[in-house]
Nanobody, 122 residues
Framework: QVQLVESGGGLVQPGGSLRLSCAAS????????MAWYRQAPGKKRELVAR???????NYSDSVKGRSTISRDNAKNIMYLQMNSLKPEDTAVYYC????????????????WGQGTQVTVPS
């Protein structure tokens, strides 16, 4: 029902910046919470930042102070601005969203994007 497509990843030098985007499309009623997760090689997936439909946010300690999550509800796009990138930021970054499928639905579903690679070399 919801397709999430990440973009904006790539190779960035230490100290550099990038902006990830997640575009939601498909058939759905509304998207509630959205979040960015990441998974480094050999490690489990971890939460980076999340944002509610009402723009409440929270961040992982590892990115707090140098990252900003935002969303455009009219365009159904979520962003993650990351500054002062470090090698430990290297990971596949995944978009996550919770959405209802039809008007009047009392339940919600979770969706994942396929990820975008961010590489910060040492």
């Amino acid at each position: 029902q919801v397709q999430l497509v990440e973009s904006g990843g790539g190779l960035v030098q230490p100290g550099g910046s990038l902006r990830l985007s997640c575009a939601a499309s498909g058939s759905f009623s509304s998207i509630n919470d959205m979040a960015w997760y990441r998974q480094a090689p050999g490690k489990k997936r971890e939460l980076v930042a999340r944002i509610s439909r009402g723009d409440r946010t929270n961040y992982s300690d590892s990115v707090k102070g140098r990252s900003t999550i935002s969303r455009d509800n009219a365009k159904n796009i979520m962003y993650l601005q990351m500054n002062s990138l470090k090698p430990e930021d290297t990971a596949v970054y995944y978009c996550y969203a919770v959405a209802s499928r039809n008007p009047g639905d009392l339940i919600w579903y979770s969706y994942w994007g396929q990820g975008t690679q961010v590489t910060v070399p040492s």
